[in-house]
C-alpha cells in the first residue's frame, strides 16, 4: 500500500459489510422506481442480454457509495467495468447492478442489486444481495454465516434440508445458441435424482435460494464474477458446497467469453456436489 493511502483495514471486514449493504441499498432503491415509461431497454449483442438505463443508474448509485467511503478500492461492474485508482487498497469490489434485467424489463419479481468485495487475496469477504421486488435483502460476511433480512425479520440461514423428498434443481441457459443447445443436451443427466427444475433468470438470486433451502442445488455455465460474487459467498456462509468457476480476472483482462462459458457455478448440499461436470 502506498504511503499516501491512508490504512482503512482497521474494523474490517464488519464495516465493509455495512459498506456493501449500505451500498446494494443505494442500487436497489433506484430499481425499486422501476417505471415501464423510462426503462430505455438496449442490447448488449446477444440476443436477450438487455441493458436498460435502471442498469445504468443503480450501477451509478452502488459506485458513489463504495467510492465515497473507500475511494482506494477498485470496482469491477458488469456496465462501467473495471476503475482502478491510481494507489489501489487491494480491495476489490465487484458489482451487478440489476441482476436478473430480462425479469426487471417484463416485471417479473426476481431481480436485485449484487455487491461483494474480496481482499487483496482475492478472498471474498461481504456480500449482499438486495432484491426490492421480494423485500429481501440477503447477505452473509466471511466465517460469520448468512442471514435474510426480511419484513423487519433476521434470520440466520442454513441451506437445504440434505436428502430430502422432491428436490429442485435451479439452473440458467446461455444466450449462445451453440452453448444452449448444448446445456439442453445434459441437462437429463444432471436431473437425475431431481424431482424438477426452475430457471428464475437471476444467477444471484438462485445462490441465495440455495442457502435459505427454498432450491436445493443451483448448477450454471457460463457466468460472470460479477453474476456469482456476493450470492456463492452467502450460500458458502449457509453451510452449503459452492464451486465457483476460476476465471482470470478481470484486473488481468479476463476473462475470455471461452474461459467463461467453460466454466461452471454451483451449489447445494454436498451430497449433490458429485452431480454437475468438472
Partial sequence: MSADVPDRTAGLPATLLDLAQRAAAAGAAVLAGRNTAEL??????????????????AETAVRDVITAARPFDTITGEEGGTVLPASPSGYRWSIDPLDGTTNFIRNIVYYGT?????????????????????????????GQGAWLEEDG????LSGPVAGRTGQILATGFSYDPAVRAEQAAGLGSIMDGFADVRRLGSAALDLCLVA??????????????????????????????????????????????????????????LDLSGKFPL
Avoid: M
Wanted: net charge negative; proline share 5%; charged share 25%.
Fill in 40 to 57: 430505455d431497454v438496449s442490447n448488449k449483442g446477444d440476443s436477450g442480454d438487455w441493458v436498460t438505463a435502471f442498469d445504468l443508474a
Fill in 114 to 142: 449484487s455487491v461483494a468485495v474480496a481482499d487483496p487475496d482475492g478472498v471474498w469477504l461481504a456480500g449482499v444481495v438486495d432484491a426490492p421486488a421480494l423485500g429481501r435483502r440477503y447477505y452473509a460476511l466471511r
Fill in 153 to 156: 425479520r433476521v434470520t440466520q
Fill in 212 to 269: 435459505d433451502g427454498t432450491h436445493d442445488a443451483y448448477g450454471e455455465r457460463g457466468l460472470n464474477e460479477h453474476d456469482f460474487a456476493a450470492g456463492a459467498l452467502i450460500a458458502e456462509e449457509a453451510g452449503c458446497w459452492v464451486r465457483r468457476p476460476r476465471l482470470t480476472s478481470p484486473l488481468a483482462g479476463g476473462p475470455s467469453d471461452d474461459e467463461r462459458l467453460a466454466a461452471w457455478t454451483c451449489a447445494g448440499t
